[in-house]
């Protein structure tokens, strides 16, 4: 098993594509489509920096924005303006519009050229009533109810990689593993593996693709192929189960709805699926493991029971955000937002870490606090963009910490958090390994 995740990148290839492709998109409708951008490899650093972060915490760069303006022009790319919302109330403000201000639908702006290397869709880019009627076809399938029947596998799962953890530990010379090889990847790949119903020879195969889908090495715009490969797989495998339906989500819905849904709607939304329910669960696995570890006492209270799980994880959640830009929002008309003025056709991305440390959270919020008083983060982002699956990966994580503490109480870093192998400017934040000793 643990050959099967080596060398496996949780960087989001996917919506990093997404960002780089709605901007694309923008500036061929505005200049007729004579320029094309599908040769940019890298996301220009005026544009780029917010992605990167000091250790878990977001650029200092971030606070003095919005100790000026909850909302900051960014750049002015290709004559286009970027705004970027630090602040909590601004990013409310952005996330609920439910489509009367700003549209996150990029495939209308996206030539024959760039549609064939990268057609992302998917609920995130899709406005209503196309984004009402998909969602209603996937929501269902995350309510907790219905996820509960999940959660005898997602601990079965969870035993099965500690198992492996100790296993690997014990065999290592120096007693040293790697929890993204063997915690914070499998986990969630495993779970939205069985959310869909993949076969075991299947899920070989979409490994192999989710191993290129993530390594962003060479600069992202180039993971198009990777996406459409993904994609492509799970198109044909949503029109194999049309006519043999699986046992999870996707022969779900074909049982449900039948030709109601086309296999190109459903094979997207079992893409958002796969890549809403991956990402965020491993950054959130391997990041929050590494907090925790950082937190003696919480560590303690997890591996012994007494710790409140919930309250554990909703302040990891905020403190960590690890998705740190929501789907980018282009503004359809004219827009007051916190009192600075945004023109149509502008581009608002709000900065989840940031919006999720803002002063409102209380005293010191940028220290990971699990007493303190709750309010509602938005790590998963709000509205109708809300991650669909954000029941499942709170399942995950709620499983996962105090699985891993009581096996492991005298887990240990290798190196010091601040040392640790974090990706550099990524749309979903994690690390590439995070070396421990679980034995002592």
Do not use: N
């Not at 960087?11 to 409708?29: D, H």
């Not at 990013?91 to 760039?114: C, F, M, N, Q, W």
């Not at 491993?282 to 925790?292: C, P």
């Amino acid at each position: 098993m643990s050959k099967l995740f080596g060398g496996l990148r949780q960087a989001p290839a996917r919506v990093l594509a997404g960002v780089q492709t709605g901007v694309r998109g923008l500036v061929l409708k505005q200049v007729g489509g004579r320029v094309d951008l599908s040769k940019i490899e890298r996301v220009p650093a005026s544009l780029g920096w917010p992605l990167e972060r000091e250790g878990v915490d977001p650029p200092g760069r971030l606070e003095e924005m919005r100790a000026e303006s909850p909302v900051g022009l960014l750049t002015t790319f290709l004559g286009i303006k970027v705004w970027l919302v630090t602040g909590y109330d601004a990013g409310h403000e952005v996330l609920v519009d439910r489509g009367a201000a700003y549209s996150t639908d990029i495939r209308p702006y996206v030539g024959k050229a760039g549609a064939a290397g990268g057609d992302i869709g998917g609920l995130g880019f899709t406005d209503p009533p196309d984004h009402t009627r998909l969602r209603k076809y996937l929501t269902p399938e995350f309510t907790r109810r219905r996820l509960q029947r999940l959660e005898p596998l997602v601990d079965a799962i969870i035993e099965r990689q500690l198992d492996e953890i100790e296993a690997a530990a014990e065999e290592a010379e120096d007693g040293v593993v790697d929890l993204v090889q063997l915690f914070s990847f499998p986990i969630p790949f495993l779970v939205i593996c069985e959310l869909l119903g993949l076969s075991d020879e299947r899920r070989a195969i979409f490994q192999e693709l989710g191993s290129a889908r993530f390594d962003v090495s060479s600069g992202g715009i180039g993971a198009f192929g990777a996406i459409s490969g993904s994609r492509e797989f799970l198109l044909a495998e949503t029109a194999r189960q049309r006519h043999d339906p699986g046992p999870g989500l996707i022969g779900q819905i074909v049982r449900d709805h039948g030709d109601e849904i086309s296999d190109y709607d459903l094979g997207g939304l079992a893409d958002g699926a796969f890549t809403g329910g991956m990402e965020t669960s491993a950054g959130m696995l391997a990041l929050g493991s590494a907090v925790l570890l950082d937190h003696p006492e919480t560590w303690k209270q997890l591996a012994a029971g007494e710790a409140d799980v919930d309250a554990v994880v909703e302040e990891l959640l905020r403190y960590l955000s690890v998705v740190q830009v929501a789907f980018p929002r282009f503004a359809t008309k004219d827009v007051e937002v916190a009192g600075q003025q945004v023109r149509k056709g502008d581009v608002v991305l709000v900065h989840l870490p940031a919006v999720d440390r803002d002063p409102s959270f209380g005293a010191c919020p940028h220290a990971f606090d699990p007493d303190r008083e709750v309010k509602s983060h938005l790590a998963f982002g709000h509205g109708i963009h809300r991650c669909v699956g954000a029941e499942l990966a709170r399942m995950e994580l709620r499983k996962a910490y105090p699985a891993l503490a009581r096996r492991f109480p005298d887990l240990a870093l290798v190196r010091e958090t601040d040392d640790l192998d974090y990706f550099g400017s990524s749309i979903v934040y994690g690390v590439e390994r995070l070396l421990v000793r679980p034995l002592g």
